[in-house]
C-alpha cells in the first residue's frame, strides 16, 4: 500500500486559540506593505474627494457620512499596519 504524504494543516491551539501563520519573505512582506499603504491612501484621497465634491455641490447627508467613512477606513487600516 503506497503512504500518502501530509499536508501541513493550520489549526487552533487549544490553550491560546491563536492560528499557526504562515511567513511571506521579506520581499512577499515588502510588497504586502506596499500594496495595503497605497489602497489606504488611495482610500483617504477619495474620501477628501468625496467631501469636497459634496460642498461644492451645495451639501448632502449622503456625502458628508460616505467622506470621511472612506476616510477614516483609510486611516485605520495604516494605523493598524503600522502599530501591529
Known amino acids: ?14 490553550t491560546t486559540g491563536s492560528r499557526t501563520r504562515v511567513h511571506l519573505g521579506s520581499a512577499g512582506m515588502n510588497f504586502y506593505r506596499l500594496s495595503i499603504t497605497v489602497t489606504s ?22 456625502g458628508f457620512l460616505i467622506g470621511p ?3 477614516a477606513a483609510g486611516l485605520g487600516r495604516l494605523y493598524l ?4
Open 69 to 71: 467613512l472612506f476616510a
Open 41 to 62: 491612501l488611495a482610500l483617504i484621497v477619495l474620501g477628501i474627494a468625496i467631501v469636497v465634491r459634496t460642498a461644492l455641490a451645495g451639501g448632502g447627508f449622503v
Open 1 to 14: 500500500m503506497r503512504e500518502l504524504a501530509q499536508k501541513p494543516v493550520a489549526f487552533s491551539s487549544p
Open 81 to 84: 499596519m503600522r502599530h501591529r
